[in-house]
């Protein structure tokens, strides 16, 4: 059961890939710099440091791994492209944040400890997004980021399913994916809904 939610998880995660690229291209989607260079640098070490928290599991490394790497193709594609939004201050703090944490995870060589550190970080990082669709710096689609909900709850049912799961193992899948990415689809969902007010 563990293997299912785990590839349902990856292969929405493909999805939203994809997805979020062509909105990229098409101009219909706006990636905050802060955001996603401090999501690539976190995602990247967090990635590392997971499989250490998950006991060493390839399977439950799938979708932070697809993530980490499309991640860089849209980061690169963004930065070539000139599509990212503007950085504000409280990108910078973001990014500072995320420096220390790598810093400390080469201090304390403690993958559970820096892990939970990068969850931190990871939520915050979605915070200039969320400011910028509400003061209109940005534009998203809410596509993108529902699927990426339903990927990690996929992920979040593997965990639960497979022996010996530990609650550390849970803190990547709960705050960045529900919380994170479920933050800037309930921004999308109710700025869509003023929108529709008369």
């Known amino acids: 059961m563990s293997e299912m939610f785990s590839a349902?998880?990856?292969?929405?995660?493909?999805?939203?890939?994809?997805?979020?690229?062509?909105?990229?291209?098409?101009?219909?989607?706006?990636?905050?710099?802060?955001?996603?260079?401090?999501?690539?640098?976190?995602?990247?070490?967090n990635?590392?440091?997971?499989?250490?928290?998950?006991?060493?599991?390839?399977?439950?490394?799938?979708?932070?791994?697809i993530i980490t790497c499309g991640m860089l193709i849209i980061l690169a594609f963004s930065l070539v492209k000139g599509k990212f939004g503007r950085v504000g201050v409280i990108d910078i703090l973001i990014f500072l944040l995320s420096v220390f944490v790598g810093?400390?995870?080469k201090i304390t060589k403690d993958p559970v400890i820096s892990n939970l550190f990068m969850q931190a970080i990871l939520l915050f990082s979605f915070?200039?997004?969320?400011?910028?669709l509400w003061k209109g710096r940005l534009k998203e689609k809410s596509l993108s980021w529902n699927l990426a909900v339903l990927s990690y709850c996929f992920l979040i049912a593997s965990i639960l399913s497979?022996?010996?799961?530990?609650?550390?193992?849970?803190?990547?899948?709960?705050?960045?994916?529900?919380?994170?990415?479920?933050?800037?689809?309930?921004?999308?969902?109710?700025?869509?809904?003023?929108?529709d007010l008369p």
């Open 103 to 105: 810093i400390l995870w």
């Open 162 to 195: 497979s022996p010996g799961w530990n609650w550390v193992q849970l803190a990547f899948p709960f705050f960045n994916g529900i919380i994170g990415n479920g933050s800037v689809a309930v921004t999308i969902f109710l700025m869509k809904k003023g929108e």
């Open 127 to 132: 915070v200039p997004t969320v400011v910028g």
């Open 47 to 65: 990635t590392v440091t997971y499989y250490f928290v998950s006991q060493q599991s390839v399977r439950q490394i799938m979708t932070p791994l």
């Open 8 to 45: 349902l998880s990856s292969l929405v995660m493909v999805a939203v890939v994809f997805i979020y690229f062509s909105q990229v291209v098409g101009n219909a989607s706006t990636p905050n710099p802060s955001t996603w260079i401090t999501c690539f640098a976190v995602m990247a070490m």
